[in-house]
């Protein structure tokens, strides 16, 4: 392991079918008035939200709401909360959804008591929160962001066409804890199901396609790789199977919550393009994800030679004999297509809504960053873009 570190992730996990009843245990660490969170019904309509505000009742709890938000919150909607936030005096936040109302809860957690405009302090100018911080508490129904057990909270401005996460450093922005329980997330429509799920393979591949020295890291992510895409394709024909999904929830969390980035410089430029893709479509993050994802790794397969013929290899099973790097590198790609072919997930940005016309567009709204093995012109962001389109 390369470098210097620190690892701390203070979320507490509660996993599993009968995880809900700890809020019991959760609840009475926060002050009376809660702020509930969530989307745009899902909960409603599958009986969590009657479950949550029981144990919300029981606790004696004093409880605003903030419902309707978004997939990719935007920050109206958070000027919005941050209003509802203060006028009930917050002491805690509980968010019930997927990585978009656990992500809106972490932005609103540092913006309620912020003194200053929220999207230019966080999101323009990238700066540590300097207020209180409020707690945040999560059960999850959406499997794929890894947003339950990380400090990330990615807030689209719709009017100046960016779609920007920003990973806070400070460890107590993370959730207080979580709720995982597999069987909220089977009245996921297939859509979202297959779209969580690439976007847990694409945040493993951001951190693993990167650095050339021996790192237990990258050895962690070749395994959660493997579980995934077993588990995927047994969850991909019958959805309800538990074990399937319950893997491929654990998964999820382990991917992003700081673990297999350590001693890893990371690449993440997938997500660029893709939140560019979002920001200009707001179509489904993992979708975005994957319908940029081949035309990227093939561009600079090159330039990381080495790593790609790992991926083959290790995750995909090739067998490297009598082939040069290049061809078992390009075999594992080939796998990696099939399988995603196997999902259903979108294979190119126009299906996504995206078009020859918008490419300038999304090259503005794409965020250049070194990458894992090849730093990205203006020019090849643009190539790039426009091989992902049909
Ligand atoms: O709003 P409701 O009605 O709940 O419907 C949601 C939404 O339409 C639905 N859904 C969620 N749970 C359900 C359900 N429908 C039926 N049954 C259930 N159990 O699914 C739809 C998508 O939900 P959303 O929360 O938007 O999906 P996801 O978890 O993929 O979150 C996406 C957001 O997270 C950000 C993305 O950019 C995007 O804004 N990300 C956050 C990250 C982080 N914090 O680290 C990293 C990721 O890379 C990502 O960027
Ligand atoms: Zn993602």
Known sequence: MLGNFSYCNPTKLYFGEDSLQYLNAELPKYGKNVVLIYGGGSIKKNGIYDDVVAYLEAAGKNVAEIPGVMPNPTLD????????????????????????????AKALAVSVHCKEDPWDKYYLRFEEPDC?????GCVLTMVGTGSEMNAGA????????????????DESIMPRFSILNPKFTMTLPHYQ???GIYDIFSHICEQYFSGDDDNTSDYISEALLRSLIHSSRIANKDPQDYEARSNIMWTATWALNTLISRGKSTDWMVHMLGQAVGACTDATHGMTLAAVSLPYYRYI????????????????????????????ALEGLKAMEAWMRELGLAMDISVLG???DMLEQLADATRLLPGGYKALTRDEVIRIFKESLA
């Open 77 to 104: 909607k958070l000027y919005e909360g941050i209003k509802i936030a203060r006028a009930h005096k917050a002491d805690f936040l509980l968010a019930v959804g997927g990585g978009s109302v656990c992500d809106y």
């Open 354 to 356: 995206a078009n020859e």
């Open 154 to 169: 990615v807030i689209t401005n719709t009017a100046a066409r960016l779609k920007i996460g920003h990973v806070f450093a």
């Open 193 to 195: 199901m297959v779209a």
């Open 301 to 328: 397969m090159p330039y990381g030679l080495h790593r790609f013929k790992r991926f083959a290899v290790n995750v995909w099973g090739i067998d490297p004999a009598g082939k040069t790097d290049e061809e078992t």
């Open 132 to 136: 209180e911080i409020l707690p945040v």
